[in-house]
């Protein structure tokens, strides 16, 4: 079957838009999505466009040090994000890691927040491997300028992008993950599902919701509450390797840093909620 598709060239934050999706053996190019129509950006355009500067960042959270990079503002990169029919940037990574990063939080760059930048890696000068690793975070890599500055969490750094991509919110697009009606006003259930909105759901489903097969669902067939206990979970949480490991494990643990006792809490108290199970005795 032939299929024919017309591509408009266009300007974009200073970039060329380099046409169609890459083919294997081409450039390394971020293909951004706003409905129906796919733009795509060459790395070697990115490097050469006049919105580039050099930023360092000073805690990477990725490489876990001070970095460097070429990078872009992402929010010139976007252009307009004022749409009501979206309000979520769905970034998705080469390894199935796939982040909801809030479109609000982004703009907060403009208004005095943390600024949002896609580093480029220049395959004239590769990063490094990324810690126990054999890749770099690149080519294109989700950073943040002053990320304390509007409570960034890790998981919003994503790494090895190869899109982004204008959505609604994940409650609005998996009813699944909203909280049941008579625990809407509960605040630390509420707290708990902004938790793993933001550092679960970018490698978990949960009841079918989301978007990434990275790890196993936490909702179905049983949720994680009621196959482990309350010891059980808080351990793989922040230290997956003390509870079980593999070979091919993947998922790393998250500290007092990225998660707070309190964010823990919160998030053990929205798995249960979600489940029926209501709080801990």
Request: aromatic share 8%; hydrophobic share 40%.
């Amino acid at each position: 079957m032939r299929i024919r598709i017309v591509w408009v060239i266009a300007i974009l934050a200073g970039g060329v838009w380099a046409g169609p999706p890459a083919t294997a053996g081409s450039h390394p190019a971020l293909v951004i999505h706003r409905g129906t129509e796919p733009r795509q950006f060459e790395a070697t355009a990115l490097l050469r466009s006049p919105d580039a500067t050099t930023l360092t960042v000073v805690h990477d959270v990725s490489y876990r040090r001070a970095m460097t990079y070429r990078a872009v503002p992402l929010l010139k990169l976007l252009g307009d994000i004022d749409n009501p029919e979206f309000d979520t940037l769905e970034a998705r990574a080469n390894d199935g890691f796939i982040a909801q990063i809030p479109l609000a939080l982004i703009a907060r760059g403009a208004q005095g927040g943390a600024v949002a930048w896609l580093a480029i890696e220049d395959a004239a000068h590769p990063w490094p491997a990324l810690p126990s690793r054999t890749t770099s975070a690149g080519p294109f890599y989700l950073v943040w300028d002053h990320p304390e500055a509007s409570k960034v969490r890790s998981e919003q750094w994503p790494h090895g992008l190869v899109s982004l991509r204008f959505v609604a919110s994940p409650v609005h697009r998996w009813p699944q993950l909203g909280l049941p009606a008579d625990h809407a006003s509960d605040a630390a259930a509420r707290s708990g599902q902004a938790v793993f909105l933001s550092l679960c759901l970018p490698c978990h489903r949960f009841n079918g919701g989301g978007a990434s097969d990275t790890g196993p669902d936490l909702g179905q067939p049983m949720s994680a509450t009621q196959y482990m206990t309350d010891t059980g979970l808080r351990a793989l949480i922040r230290n997956p390797r003390s509870v079980r490991s593999w070979p091919g494990q993947r998922m790393e643990g998250f500290g007092q840093q990225t998660l707070p006792d309190a964010d823990l809490d919160d998030l053990l108290i929205y798995l249960r909620v979600m489940t029926g199970a209501g709080h801990p005795n």
